[in-house]
């Protein structure tokens, strides 16, 4: 689980090069591969670097607040054995850290989502090299579910949780 903030530390920084790689790169008018009868088809390539990266900061924080809140709202959460995880404050603290990591891993899947839309508007404008990136979608929706079910996976080991914490102590 510590390795979920590493990796999503390192999306952060993947999307920041990503975006400003495309900013110096893109054409000043880049067209939308989606389109809507509430948005035009094309927009500049400033509203797309700042659209986009005001897309990705506004998920990090929603991420982040949800991973600091969950001593907050403990009693709501659907987690497996929840009365063995509240028996004692240091096993509620190491749940509360495990959490903490989890929301981060969630974090780096979303961040791969963004990233790959933004790569498939910048590849639709890209008149000179095209990345097939519709794969890409289907790998982080898997990732996405292995991680929902390693929630139950991680959640469910208390016995190892219990133990851990009195080889500490």
Do not use: C
Not at 20 to 36: C, G, S, T
Not at 116 to 137: C, E, K, P
Request: glycine content about 2%.
């Amino acid at each position: 689980m510590k390795l979920a903030k590493v990796f999503w530390l390192i999306s952060l920084f993947m999307f920041l090069a990503l975006i400003l790689v495309n900013h110096v790169n893109a054409p000043e008018l880049m067209v939308l591969p989606f389109r809507d009868a509430f948005f035009s088809d094309s927009i500049t390539r400033d509203t797309f670097f700042y659209a986009s990266l005001g897309i990705f900061i506004f998920t990090n924080l929603v991420f982040m607040i949800v991973g600091r809140i969950y001593p907050l709202v403990f009693s709501f959460l659907p987690l497996p054995q929840k009365n063995v995880w509240n028996t004692n404050p240091r096993t509620r603290a190491l749940l509360f850290e495990q959490l903490n990591d989890w929301t981060k891993g969630i974090a780096f899947v979303f961040n791969l989502l963004i990233m790959t839309i933004v790569g498939m508007v910048i590849d639709f404008n890209d008149v000179y090299m095209h990345y097939q990136l519709h794969w890409a979608l289907i790998v982080e929706v898997i990732l996405l579910m292995a991680w929902f079910f390693m929630y139950y996976v991680t959640f469910n080991k208390i016995s190892s949780a219990q133990e851990l914490i009195a080889v500490q102590s």
